[in-house]
């Protein structure tokens, strides 16, 4: 009877005791990670912030972004210059029902405005729901472009210019499905919900960068409106 009783005392030390591992094993990932990250940033040039950064300037206009949408935590921040662009990289956690999504986020800005635009892989719910509320930007030139990706726009008309039909085939090879979103003189890239090890940052930062100067050079972009 009771060892009986004890039974749900041992249950809960037991839970409590996970918990430490887990909480334990996280601390220790993250300190690992931003060791590791703090030597990345050494090797290709940059200023390793660590948390001390409280994300980049975005105007309020820009409602697409998702740094204004959600309220999240900026981490293991490293900034730098290549190319005319001045790049931020980070860790990006924001919460997301009872629990919260982190992945590694690239910023570029340059002395360029952009159209307020928000860019995804496009899924079934999207398409349905385009199918009702038509929110869809697609273009007849680039039915592969449309086909695998949701792009909206507070600024349809502007935003079409941007995406120029080279731009949209250019976009179009890449295998992995960017998260592009435009906000000003700001222009964020990253995978959905995807940390990147820090192994894998200077190919992130190349990769990042080639589709900012590649949208930045964008005819769309730098010619005024007929």
């Known amino acids: ?19 430490a591992v887990i909480v334990t094993a996280s601390i220790l990932y993250a300190k ?3 060791r590791e990250l703090n030597q990345v940033a050494e090797q290709i040039g940059f200023r390793f912030l660590a948390n001390h950064w409280s994300g980049p300037s975005l105007s309020s206009q820009h409602k697409t972004s998702l740094l204004q949408r959600t309220r999240g935590k900026f981490s293991n ?9 001045q790049i931020s990289l980070f860790d990006y956690t924001y919460p997301m029902g009872k629990s919260s999504v982190t992945q590694t986020v690239a910023t570029f800005s340059q002395d360029l405005q952009l159209p ?8 079934v719910i999207d398409r349905i729901g385009d199918a009702v509320f038509h929110n869809d930007i697609d273009f007849d030139s680039n ?14 008309a502007n935003t079409r210019r941007l995406f120029t039909p080279s731009l949209l085939t250019y976009l179009e090879q ?28 200077p190919a992130f930062l190349e ?6 100067r590649t949208l930045f050079a964008s005819d769309g972009l730098r010619k005024p409106p007929a």
């Open 1 to 19: 009877m009771g060892s009986h009783n004890a039974l749900p005392y041992l249950f809960f030390a037991g839970t409590l005791a996970l918990i």
């Open 143 to 156: 039915p592969e472009f449309s086909r695998r990706y949701l792009l909206r726009s507070p600024d349809e």
């Open 116 to 123: 307020a635009f928000a860019l995804r892989p496009e899924n």
């Open 174 to 201: 890449f295998q992995t499905k960017w998260h592009i979103e435009g906000a000003g003189a700001t222009l964020i890239v990253y995978r959905g919900g995807r940390p990147v090890s820090p192994f894998d940052m």
């Open 77 to 85: 921040v490293m900034t730098g210059q290549s190319g005319g662009l």
């Open 207 to 212: 990769e990042t960068s080639g589709i900012a």
């Open 32 to 34: 690992k990670r931003t």
